[in-house]
């Protein structure tokens, strides 16, 4: 699978920003087509946050419309998020997947995406 590693949590006060990065390496010849970020809060289901395909085409739940994006950098192969106005509710670890089919608005279950990294843990204080 390939191999993704998260960075940029921390422990912020509401209305902060942060930005998230998740570094991909060992394709082992793994087609990536569509990346993107999940959050588990405590006591809660994992659930997806954002994503992006390889064509840049995006998706956001809908409490990150409007405060989240989510970009490629080809370069760098890697995926950012980045993360304005945050939220107490925002409060969660926050993990990178990715996936060798396109994501669509439809069909997004965290099963379908079979690589991911060690999570990042995003603490938002009121």
């Known amino acids: 699978q390939v191999q993704l590693v998260e960075s940029g949590g921390g422990a912020v006060q509401a209305g902060e920003s942060l930005t998230l990065s998740c570094a991909a390496s060992?394709?082992?010849?793994?087609?990536?087509?569509?990346m993107g970020w999940f959050r588990e809060a405590p006591g809660k289901e994992r659930e997806g946050v954002a994503f992006?395909?390889?064509?840049?085409?995006?998706l956001y739940k809908d409490s990150a419309k409007d405060r989240f994006t989510i970009s490629l950098d080809n370069a760098e192969n890697s995926m950012l998020l980045q993360m304005n106005s945050l939220k107490p509710e925002d409060t969660g670890i926050y993990y990178c997947a990715a996936r060798g089919f396109y994501c669509s608005e439809d069909y997004l279950p965290s099963w379908t995406f079979g690589s991911w990294g060690q999570g990042t843990q995003v603490t938002v204080s009121s």
């Open positions: 992006v395909n390889r064509d840049t085409s995006t």
């Open positions: 060992n394709y082992g010849g793994r087609d990536v087509v569509c």
